[in-house]
């Protein structure tokens, strides 16, 4: 533990001077098996490292890891919802994100593990955030849905007589 704590302390010092072996001592204090509050704090740093790094596949790794309740948990699901609305382009999987982020910070709040005003900061912009995803989403299906109506349509007249224009021609 001590070691762990150590390398999580170096970690930090690290990422404050702009050094590159910041992520990789991140990622052994994490090994070692921190105490819990560190080690919400050390995948906090290493997912947002990784993030400005552009390995975005492992900061959604450390997001997923930290999930939940705690400030660090909320947080990682605020930017799970971005990564999967901005990049993956999923909007499904960041409006159920979304709503299971306000989930989380309601009992947040009801435990009193947030300030009530971080609560009212929070509860907002994952309601607009979840209000602009389901737009997104909506449109997403009301394109696909034409785009399969136009290939149904273009389809039927292929197969017409005298639809085909291959069949025309001779």
């Known amino acids: ?8 302390g170096v970690s930090r010092i690290c990422e404050r001077r702009g050094d590159l072996r910041a992520r990789d001592l991140y990622e052994r204090s994490i090994a070692h098996s921190l105490p819990e509050d560190a080690d ?3 995948r906090r740093s290493l997912a947002l490292l990784a ?8 900061a959604e790794e450390l997001w997923c890891e930290m999930l939940g309740s705690s400030r660090e948990g909320i ?5 799970l919802a971005i990564y999967y ?3 993956a382009r999923d909007y499904r999987k960041a409006a159920e994100l979304t709503r299971e982020a ?6 947040a709040n009801r ?9 009212g900061r ?25 785009a399969e109506s136009q290939r149904v349509l273009i389809e039927s007249k292929a197969t017409e007589p005298g639809g085909n224009s291959h069949a025309q021609s001779g």
Do not use: M, N, P
Not at 1 to 8: K, N, Q, V, Y
Not at 126 to 142: A, D, G, M, V
């Open 1 to 8: 533990g001590r070691d762990a704590l150590e390398l999580f």
């Open 40 to 42: 919400r704090k050390a």
């Open 51 to 58: 993030k400005r790094a552009g390995d975005l596949g492992r």
């Open 75 to 79: 947080e990682a699901y605020e930017q």
């Open 85 to 87: 609305e901005r990049s």
């Open 102 to 107: 306000l989930a989380a910070l309601r009992k």
């Open 111 to 119: 435990l009193g593990i947030i300030e009530r005003a971080t609560y």
């Open 122 to 146: 929070h509860k907002v912009r994952f309601h607009r955030r979840l209000t602009r995803i389901e737009r997104k989403l909506s449109r997403t299906q009301l394109d696909s849905t034409c």
